[in-house]
């Protein structure tokens, strides 16, 4: 069979009973970086010393059909650098073989920084949706931020440091200066660090650099009693008033949830 096995995220000490069990029975592994297995093994003082194979974004489609073959003869563990594979990791498209070839897949539980994040953001936790990660390029990322400014439900994603700030400046500008949200960094490390407040603030606060591992939460969007029209009515009526268009669009969006930025463009095309 096949065995996605969840790895510490950070705190060794999270390794479960059955990771360990499973690393000292393992005849060979399917690894994300083979160099990050070794160190775990040694790290949990495991003598066992299996055949490992390098299973990466850049060669999952060329392998999966080979070690699906494998697992037939024996088990194959399967191992993400941290937390549990498939999730924003390798592995997806290993168990769709998997499962097309009538191979078993079972995993071991363990780690994992979404359901983590989510946990201490301090934000609903009934209902969520994991969105990994936000494209790079700025006018894509936009793009899909702008998709999700509706979405009710909590959103966890993950984010590279260097760009955690320009991430939330494009989360205030499409979900709302105000929105709640939470940057948690180094989780179950050393220096683990929860920020929560509006998107707006964070954006500010990330200016100054961010380190680390990083899960940004976000609130839903709450119900809207303004309607987007009555909405882009208010934002000209401000307009009309004296306020610079993207400051009314801004204050607008504040208090009704809609777009700042869906908010000017529909003002800027009634205007003409």
Not at 42 to 48: H, M, R, T
Not at 155 to 167: K, L
Request: overall charge negative; hydrophobic content about 50%.
């Amino acid at each position: 069979m096949i065995i996605l096995a969840a790895t510490p995220i950070g705190n060794l000490g999270d390794a479960s009973t059955r990771l360990v069990e499973a690393l000292e029975a393992a005849t060979v592994i399917a690894a994300e970086d083979t160099r990050t297995t070794q160190r775990l093994l040694a790290a949990l003082g495991i003598e066992n010393r299996p055949r490992l194979i390098a299973f990466h974004d850049h060669n999952e489609k060329a392998k999966a059909a080979e070690l699906v073959e494998l697992a037939r003869d024996e088990d194959l563990l399967v191992l993400s650098d941290a937390g549990m594979p498939t999730v924003s990791d390798p592995g997806f498209g290993l168990v769709a073989a998997a499962a097309e070839a009538g191979v078993t897949v079972t995993a071991i539980p363990g780690p994992s920084a979404v359901l983590t994040a989510l946990a201490v953001s301090g934000l609903p936790t009934d209902r969520f949706t994991f969105e990994g990660f936000v494209p790079r390029k700025p006018g894509d990322r936009s793009s899909a931020l702008r998709a999700l400014a509706a979405e009710r439900r909590t959103m966890v994603f993950f984010e590279a440091p260097a760009r955690v700030a320009a991430t939330l400046a494009d989360m205030a500008e499409e979900f709302g200066a105000q929105r709640r949200a939470a940057v948690c960094r180094e989780l179950t490390k050393l220096h683990e660090e929860v920020v929560r407040g509006a998107l707006a603030e964070l954006a500010e606060w990330a200016q100054g650099g961010v380190r680390g591992e990083v899960v940004i939460v976000v609130a839903g969007a709450e119900a809207r009693a303004v309607a987007f029209p009555d909405a882009v009515t208010q934002v000209l009526e401000l307009v009309r008033s004296g306020t610079r268009l993207k400051d009314a669009a801004a204050e607008v969006s504040a208090h009704t949830g809609h777009s700042s930025r869906e908010l000017y463009q529909a003002a800027l095309a009634v205007r003409g």
